[in-house]
């Protein structure tokens, strides 16, 4: 049968209508989703940005409603259809873009929309309370708010559909975890609703997302203890363009990289050509430097140039999106925060500056290009450097052949179950058995054992057993009643409703110019600061006038040049298919190179032609890897490589730079390093100064700590390598700062207060103290024990580390003495001058750095 017909037969005569008269007719996606949608079956539909998902999604749901209505069976309130965004702005745009099909079927006022996220006014809500909206667009912490709250129970148990926009956003992550549980605690509501009625159909969950996989990881996540969701794949449709650029200059690869300075000729070209360009950075800070030099490079277009970014008030990103979407701007800066499926108008072309690290974000961002089923999305991918142009190309690669990074769905988060459990508690109590059900249907924490949820009960019954005897009434928040737990106060839940969330403190500070707030920057940034220094915040230069530890006020200091570093440094880790692609990469071009004798233009040529790069590119690829062979080895799929180098300026000599090329990515590097620094030091003792990347790691130690190969191979037994990581662990900045977050997420420190935020201070003075108690009184709290967790499987990348450990075993290890640091070993390097406090400026050590390589290999110009 045609799919179009089994589409439209799907809807109410009236709703077909008015779709063909609207459309025409449905995309792929829509035509797959509907049926199963209108017979109530949950779907998760994969489909490139512009096809028409969100419509998809909405579509049998508001035909449900119409059909009701036309029915005369249309209750006049009761929320029936619940779409969760991962972003505010997201939600508001949702609510907008419903007017347009409602009013087309003529039923505005009468199929009702509420919002409801943090930022809804009180009067809003009151509202809301006492006449449901039939469609409410929220966010996971604000259903998480209304569940336990009896003025919405009613309203949410007449739910049937429910909406998940930005999937992938959610997937990997606590607050997809924490979504997840709302998920069954609604089923649970719904189930409850009239016990003496037969039990009602499960939830319809729809699942959207241009970028996820694999798709049935990602159903069963989003199914929870409902059917499998049907899963519709749309790989078809939009064509993708990325193009790699790389601004070379003088050398075949700058010695470090190029700066801003260097990439904005290019980029302000770029903004030229083009009617609106979206540009996207991986830190915000970032964001903040190009979007200064671009406004400085286009003089004319400065007031059409802007920075978003979520540092950034509200308000001032409000006010950029507005008018991106107005057509009023030419170029927009941003970091992650214009990815997902906000409506900003027409954008010509994406710019990448480095690449996101991953494959997923890469096409996110790039379907930001050409909104629509019909257009190419044309994206362009800016090599900062020689590893980076290589990263490009893999990149650019793996995009167009759809090789999405896998998901890893984050499970057991035990804050979480503190969160939900008192959200039961509040819902008129509940049992562990209750609980445990609930839990067990939400697909984190289908494993959930009996005995960890009894141990988070006893830390919400007071505290836990170091904090129980003394600090009961501070800590307590349930008590049994009845047989089941309850709250203990209204105010313990006053207090638990304005901490609802995973998202926690960060130390930021607020900027404040003329009284309206800019954005916020870190706080170790702040107190580096002294008066009248210099920086960028919203695409602005300002000058510090006074500082708190709360607020820093700003003057404009427009014209005036920065006079401090950057304010942000967070830098994505690569993802395992990249790292993997370009370690094979790596490999072929030496195996061309040195195992099959190919001549250097022969394999210009097959990366011109394999990779459709320019011949300057090319050749500045073969020129690095020509220069690394001179110098050292290259590092393979095969080849461990090992590189000792001694510098000619360290203090006496006695410093030995050893640099291990792993190419497990930064996450994986971290974990890897702080193992063998510690088995290191458990070998011959000492501490080693560690600098790492992506592609490997480098260890400064002294004399005493020089090892040769055979120790260095020692050192990297795949065995206790969790035990080792978890001593190195100990009392480290890294748990501490896990702790903090967790101890929000889990209660144990609130973050707000009714009224009002804690300062940043407070929280940390307050996770301070909490953590040396419970280090020293009780290591195996849960909440400690899930810090010491996540900085190893979250924050480090442990099973990649370990998986590293153990492949070395088979690879052929080289220890290659080098008289300069290698051109695969630049980057690392780097960083290290760059973090060393230096009498001279780090540009002019690593330039000086670069020479002296050029002059050991008889090739300075």
Not at 292 to 314: F, G, M, N, Q, Y
Not at 572 to 590: H, K, W
Request: proline share 5%; charged share 25%.
């Amino acid at each position: 049968m045609d799919p179009d017909c089994v589409f439209f037969d799907s809807l109410h005569p009236a709703t077909a209508s008015w779709f063909r008269e609207r459309f025409g007719r449905p995309t792929e996606g829509q035509g797959l989703c509907l049926p199963d949608i209108t017979e109530g079956r949950s779907v998760l539909l994969s489909s490139p940005t512009g096809s028409g998902k969100t419509l998809a999604g909405f579509l049998g749901p508001i035909d449900r409603l119409a059909r009701e209505h036309h029915e005369g069976r249309l209750r006049p309130e009761g929320i029936r259809c619940l779409y969760v965004s991962p972003l505010r702005a997201l939600a508001y745009d949702i609510r907008k873009n419903l007017e347009e099909p409602l009013a087309g079927l003529g039923l505005d006022g009468v199929i009702t929309i509420g919002l409801r996220t943090g930022d809804t006014p009180a009067s809003e809500r009151q509202k809301q309370r006492r006449k449901p909206p039939h469609i409410l667009v929220t966010t996971p912490e604000s259903l998480a708010i209304l569940l336990p709250q009896a003025g919405f129970r009613e309203a949410l148990s007449r739910c049937d559909d429910v909406i998940v926009d930005e999937l992938h956003a959610f997937a990997e992550n606590k607050r997809g975890v924490h979504l997840s549980v709302s998920l069954e605690r609604l089923e649970h509501l719904r189930r409850r609703r009239d016990p003496d009625s037969p039990t009602p159909a499960p939830l319809c969950r729809i699942g959207l997302s241009a970028t996820v996989a694999p798709l049935d990881t990602v159903a069963a996540f989003l199914g929870g203890s409902g059917p499998l969701p049907i899963v519709h794949e749309v790989a078809t449709g939009r064509r993708s363009l990325i193009e790699v650029l790389t601004p070379l200059r003088k050398h075949a690869y700058p010695p470090a990289g190029y700066t801003a300075s260097r990439v904005v000729t290019d980029m302000a070209g770029i903004v030229e050509r083009n009617r609106t360009t979206l540009l996207f950075t991986n830190t915000r800070s970032g964001a903040e430097r190009i979007t200064h030099r671009l406004k400085l490079a286009l003089p004319v277009l400065a007031d059409t140039i802007e920075c978003h970014h979520s540092s950034l008030d509200r308000d001032i990103r409000q006010e950029v999106e507005d008018r991106l979407k107005a057509g009023e701007l030419r170029a927009v800066v941003c970091s992650t925060s214009l990815e997902l499926g906000l409506d900003i108008g027409h954008i010509d072309t994406v710019v990448m500056i480095s690449t996101p690290k991953g494959i997923s974000r890469a096409l996110q961002r790039v379907g930001r290009s050409g909104h629509s089923i019909d257009q190419v999305s044309h994206g362009v991918l800016v090599a900062t450097n020689i590893n980076d142009l290589i990263e490009c190309l893999v990149c650019a690669r793996l995009a167009h052949e759809r090789r999405l990074d896998p998901v890893k769905i984050l499970e057991f988060a035990p804050d979480v179950i503190v969160q939900h459990f008192m959200g039961m508690a509040m819902d008129g109590g509940v049992t562990v058995d209750e609980a445990l059900a609930i839990f067990h249907g939400a697909y984190p924490f289908r494993h959930l054992e009996r005995e960890k949820l009894e141990r988070l009960v006893d830390y919400l019954e007071g505290g836990g057993k170091s904090l129980r005897e003394q600090y009961r009434e501070t800590f307590g928040k349930i008590v049994v009643r009845d047989g089941a737990y309850h709250i203990v106060s209204k105010k313990v839940e006053r207090d638990y409703l304005v901490n609802i969330g995973t998202i926690h403190a960060d130390g930021m500070v607020r900027v404040t110019l003329r009284r309206r707030r800019l954005g916020a920057v870190e706080e170790g940034f702040v107190k580096g600061l002294k008066t009248g220094d210099v920086f960028v915040l919203a695409g602005r230069t300002v000058k510090l006038v006074e500082s708190s530890p709360t607020e820093v006020i700003v003057e404009d200091a427009k014209g005036r040049l920065p006079t401090v570093p950057s304010w942000n440094a967070n830098k994505m880790p690569l993802a395992s298919g990249m790292a993997r692609a370009v370690a094979a990469l790596r490999t072929e071009i030496d195996e061309r190179l040195h195992i099959r004798g190919e001549e250097p233009a022969a394999i210009a040529d097959w990366l011109v032609e394999e990779w459709s790069i320019s011949n300057t590119n090319a050749e500045a690829i073969l020129d690095h890897f020509t220069t690394q062979a001179l110098i050292s080895r290259i590092p393979t799929q095969h080849r461990f490589l090992i590189e000792r180098y001694v510098p000619d300026d360290e203090e006496e000599g006695e410093r030995v730079c050893f640099f291990f090329h792993s190419l497990i990515g930064r996450s994986a590097n971290d974990a890897l390093s702080r193992i063998l620094t510690k088995r290191l030091k458990d070998a011959v003792g000492g501490n080693a100064l560690v600098t790492l990347d992506d592609y490997g790691f480098l260890l400064t130690v002294r004399r005493f700590q020089d090892l040769g190969l055979a120790d260095w191979r020692g050192l990297f037994s795949p065995e206790e390598a969790e035990r080792n990581l978890h001593t190195a662990l100990v009392d480290s900045q890294l748990v501490k700062w896990q702790f903090s977050g967790i101890a929000q997420t889990g209660l144990m420190i609130p973050r707000n207060l009714p009224g009002g935020e804690r300062s940043v201070r407070q929280i940390r003075w307050s996770a301070d103290l909490l953590y040396q108690v419970l280090a020293k009184h009780e290591p195996d709290h849960p909440l400690l024990e899930q810090a010491v967790h996540e900085a190893k499987h979250t924050f480090l990348d442990l099973e990649r580390a370990v998986a590293f450990l153990r492949e070395a075993q088979a690879m052929d290890w080289e220890l290659v003495e080098v008289p300069a640091v290698s051109p695969f070993a630049f980057g690392l390097y780097a960083s290290k001058i760059r973090e060393s406090l230096m009498m001279e400026s780090p540009e002019e050590a690593i330039e000086r750095l670069y020479r002296e390589m050029q002059r050991k290999m008889g090739r300075e110009t």
